[in-house]
């Protein structure tokens, strides 16, 4: 399965400069299948939804919570190990080949560690989510998905580690395949179990979190099948098992965790920004999370273009070619800045009928159409954040980004939508009006980073 841009690289040795370095073109025709990906993913939270709405209220949100937790569970260790895409890259652009395998290893070698870290906190998941003050007629059914739901951790680290190393070489229709084909199986499964079809019992909730492990696991079997095959053996020795040096997982925690911090950090500031519209009228809410659910997926083709700026910075800076890593690094992020500005647009020009769609409440739509201009406006700064951070990445510039998120958004970001929404009593207008804020300084901070250049001469 692997691509035609990979077959190119083999022809032409070591080396990974081919007619379409560096241009648009490779951009594209690299995103696209990430987007077909993570467009998959979430509609997979769209099925979970739906089917769990024919089960009770209380169990649809359950279902929404549950999984917002398990992602907050899982977001460090993933976002860590999305590091190896620059690790692999670096060394295929290098042609060393000899030395792919062995962060991947790494990688796996946390994985029962981590996994055993997160599951010793399962007996406690129901007091902490009535800490979180979740409903009471809510709350035990987030606990019963959740602990079925993390069950999955290991399947899903063992995604993130392989799925980094098929791109990290370029592959990226690969990993493309494997998660829709395990978003089948996923949602397949769960119409089986939720209502007990063809002989099954009926589990209900349970069901569902049993279907997304089980889906987790196929996923994880077909990316492993793909890593240790014959041809990526043949090529990078992927079957000859290597016990991982310290100095390898310190590599790995060093370049790793501020991604995975930064994750967080970013789920933190949105998740308290929601927190806040919850306090606010209802038609503000229902606006805010309108909005909310339409950046999630507009913003997705920048967040794949995000991912191809990393592996290709990493390939050409692996082959000593900084002329084509800047080439490609201006590519992704030309392309990446100026797909956010056509969604801004096309959000402003079309607002009424966008909000109307999701609610046809005057007072939701009054609201709604004036927060979409915001929203607008955010679009093409969060661009330049997505897209810069992953060329950042692909040179192993993962520090600086945290600490842009961190100023921008926890010293930044919190005070201005208090300040904003409630001492100015701008209320949902103002937080978003922070939350735009938020998106410009990010993108100052990165974009001065980027264009010093210091991350051309960088070594990890």
Same mark, same amino acid.
């Given at each position: 399965?692997?691509?035609?841009?990979?077959?190119?690289?083999?022809?032409?040795?070591?080396?990974?400069?081919n007619s379409?370095?560096?241009?648009?073109?490779?951009?594209?025709?690299?995103s696209?299948?990430?987007?077909?990906?993570?467009?998959?993913?979430?509609?997979?939270?769209?099925?979970?939804?739906?089917?769990?709405?024919?089960?009770?209220?209380?169990?649809?949100?359950?279902?929404?919570?549950?999984?917002?937790?398990?992602?907050?569970?899982?977001?460090?260790?993933?976002?860590?190990?999305?590091?190896?895409?620059?690790?692999?890259?670096?060394?295929?652009?290098?042609?060393?080949?000899?030395?792919?395998?062995?962060?991947?290893?790494?990688a796996?070698?946390?994985?029962?560690f981590?996994?055993?870290?997160?599951?010793?906190?399962?007996?406690?998941?129901?007091?902490?989510?009535?800490?979180?003050?979740?409903?009471?007629?809510?709350a035990?059914?987030?606990a019963?998905?959740?602990?079925?739901?993390?069950?999955g951790?290991?399947f899903?680290?063992?995604?993130?580690?392989?799925?980094?190393?098929?791109?990290?070489?370029?592959?990226?229709?690969?990993?493309?395949?494997?998660?829709?084909?395990?978003?089948?199986?996923?949602?397949?499964?769960?119409?089986?179990?939720?209502?007990?079809?063809?002989?099954?019992?009926?589990?209900g909730?349970?069901?569902?979190?049993?279907?997304?492990v089980i889906?987790?696991?196929?996923?994880?079997?077909?990316?492993?099948?793909?890593?240790?095959?014959?041809?990526?053996?043949?090529?990078?020795?992927?079957?000859s098992v290597?016990?991982?040096?310290?100095?390898?997982?310190?590599r790995?925690?060093?370049?790793?965790?501020?991604?995975?911090?930064?994750?967080?950090a970013?789920?933190?500031?949105?998740t308290?920004?929601?927190?806040?519209?919850?306090?606010?009228?209802?038609a503000?809410?229902?606006?805010h999370?309108?909005?909310?659910?339409?950046?999630?997926?507009s913003?997705?083709?920048?967040a794949?273009?995000?991912?191809?700026?990393?592996?290709?910075?990493?390939?050409?800076?692996?082959?000593e070619?900084?002329?084509?890593?800047?080439?490609?690094?201006?590519?992704?992020?030309?392309?990446g800045?100026?797909?956010?500005?056509?969604?801004?647009?096309?959000?402003?020009?079309?607002?009424?009928?966008?909000?109307?769609?999701?609610?046809?409440?005057?007072?939701v739509i009054?609201?709604?159409?004036?927060?979409?201009?915001?929203?607008?406006?955010?679009q093409?700064?969060?661009? /330049?954040?997505?897209?810069?951070s992953?060329?950042l990445? %692909? $040179?192993?510039?993962?520090?600086?980004? @945290? *600490? #842009? !998120? =961190?100023f921008?958004?926890?010293?930044?970001?919190?005070?201005?939508?208090?300040?904003?929404?409630? /001492?100015?009593?701008?209320?949902?207008?103002?937080?978003? %009006? $922070?939350?735009?804020?938020?998106?410009? @300084? *990010? #993108? !100052? =901070?990165?974009?001065?980073?980027?264009?010093?250049?210091?991350?051309?001469?960088?070594?990890?």
């Amino acid at each position: 399965m692997e691509t035609k841009r990979q077959q190119t690289v083999e022809k032409n040795g070591n080396g990974v400069v081919n007619s379409n370095s560096g241009t648009v073109r490779e951009v594209a025709f690299m995103s696209f299948p990430i987007v077909i990906a993570f467009l998959s993913f979430s509609m997979m939270g769209i099925v979970d939804t739906l089917i769990m709405g024919r089960v009770g209220t209380a169990q649809q949100g359950a279902v929404g919570l549950g999984g917002l937790l398990a992602w907050g569970l899982t977001a460090l260790f993933a976002g860590s190990f999305t590091t190896l895409n620059t690790f692999v890259a670096q060394d295929f652009g290098a042609g060393a080949y000899e030395k792919i395998r062995r962060p991947v290893y790494a990688a796996i070698f946390l994985i029962p560690f981590i996994t055993a870290f997160v599951w010793i906190w399962i007996p406690w998941f129901p007091d902490l989510i009535r800490l979180f003050g979740t409903e009471a007629t809510v709350a035990p059914f987030v606990a019963q998905y959740l602990k079925i739901r993390i069950l999955g951790l290991p399947f899903v680290l063992m995604n993130f580690a392989t799925v980094s190393f098929l791109r990290g070489l370029g592959d990226m229709r690969t990993p493309m395949i494997n998660t829709i084909l395990a978003n089948i199986i996923n949602a397949v499964l769960s119409i089986v179990l939720v209502f007990g079809l063809f002989g099954f019992a009926k589990m209900g909730l349970s069901g569902a979190a049993v279907a997304s492990v089980i889906g987790a696991f196929f996923e994880s079997l077909f990316n492993c099948a793909i890593f240790w095959s014959r041809k990526n053996h043949d090529r990078f020795r992927t079957r000859s098992v290597c016990r991982p040096r310290f100095d390898e997982i310190a590599r790995l925690v060093k370049v790793g965790l501020p991604i995975g911090l930064m994750w967080i950090a970013d789920i933190m500031v949105w998740t308290l920004f929601s927190v806040y519209s919850a306090t606010l009228a209802p038609a503000s809410l229902a606006a805010h999370m309108i909005l909310f659910q339409v950046l999630h997926l507009s913003f997705l083709p920048a967040a794949a273009i995000s991912v191809v700026g990393q592996t290709l910075v990493g390939q050409y800076i692996g082959a000593e070619r900084i002329d084509l890593a800047t080439k490609a690094a201006n590519r992704s992020i030309a392309v990446g800045v100026g797909y956010m500005a056509l969604a801004g647009i096309a959000m402003a020009l079309f607002r009424y009928p966008l909000i109307s769609a999701f609610n046809p409440d005057p007072e939701v739509i009054f609201v709604g159409v004036r927060l979409t201009l915001i929203a607008a406006m955010f679009q093409p700064f969060d661009g /330049v954040c997505i897209t810069i951070s992953g060329v950042l990445r %692909g $040179a192993g510039d993962t520090a600086y980004p @945290l *600490f #842009a !998120v =961190l100023f921008a958004g926890i010293v930044i970001f919190g005070p201005s939508v208090y300040i904003l929404g409630e /001492v100015l009593n701008w209320g949902i207008y103002g937080a978003w %009006g $922070a939350a735009l804020i938020y998106a410009l @300084l *990010f #993108a !100052v =901070l990165v974009g001065i980073r980027y264009w010093r250049g210091a991350w051309k001469s960088m070594k990890i």
